[in-house]
């Protein structure tokens, strides 16, 4: 999920900027969201973490994975329908 950052600058093993994978030749850009709601829809304490807007994030990544040479992007998100 890379709309999520650690205002205490935690690190978070598992978060990459976006993913690159292959198939068939194919390279292939993924880039993961969660709601930015977050914080308030779930009982977990998430006060150190800030949720950027969808947007900014998926146009600053999908430069990055254009720059890496990708073939096509997909954006998989949790965003949820307010």
Known sequence: MKNTTSKKYITFPNQKRSTIIEVE???????????????SSTKTELKDLEFEEYLKII????????????????????????
Do not use: M
């Open 25 to 39: 030749g194919i390279k292939i850009g993924i880039i993961g969201l969660i709601t930015v709601e977050t914080p």
């Open 59 to 82: 146009n600053r990544e999908s430069e990055y994975l254009k720059k890496s040479g990708v073939n096509a992007i997909i954006v998989i998100g949790h965003v949820g329908l307010n």
